[in-house]
């Protein structure tokens, strides 16, 4: 799903106030990091990662990796934090992407 500018802008609000769930650090993006990634996205659709100070690891590049290996949407990298968004499977979890595609 390809978000529009309202409905990044309506993530982006909602994902102020979150703190970073994952840190990426000097072991870098791994498989298992991006399965917890992704059990972590079907349960709360809106998640922050941080990256570390000591990662080799480049903010884009790991946005690209994961919107590859997942199917996310990025919703926003400012600096060494991303936003990351995904519509859940499970109806009970789909708390906002109901609203996201009211927009």
């Known amino acids: ?3 529009r500018g309202k409905q990044k ?3 982006r609000s909602q994902a102020h106030h979150l703190s970073p769930l994952f840190q990426i650090g000097k072991g870098g993006l791994n ?3 991006i399965t917890q990634i992704e059990e972590a996205l079907e349960k709360r659709e809106l998640i922050k990662i941080n990256l570390l100070q ?3 690891e480049i903010a ?3 946005a690209a ?3 590859k290996e ?3 949407d990025v919703v926003q990298i400012i600096g060494r934090v991303l936003v990351l968004f995904k ?3 499970k109806a009970a979890n789909q708390k906002l992407s109901i609203d996201v595609r009211k927009l």
């Open 54 to 56: 000591n990662t080799d």
């Open 65 to 67: 990796t994961l919107e």
């Open 60 to 62: 884009t590049d790991v």
């Open 9 to 11: 802008r309506f993530l």
């Open 31 to 33: 498989e298992a990091m």
């Open 1 to 3: 799903m390809e978000l």
């Open 70 to 72: 997942i199917n996310c």
């Open 87 to 89: 519509a859940s499977s």
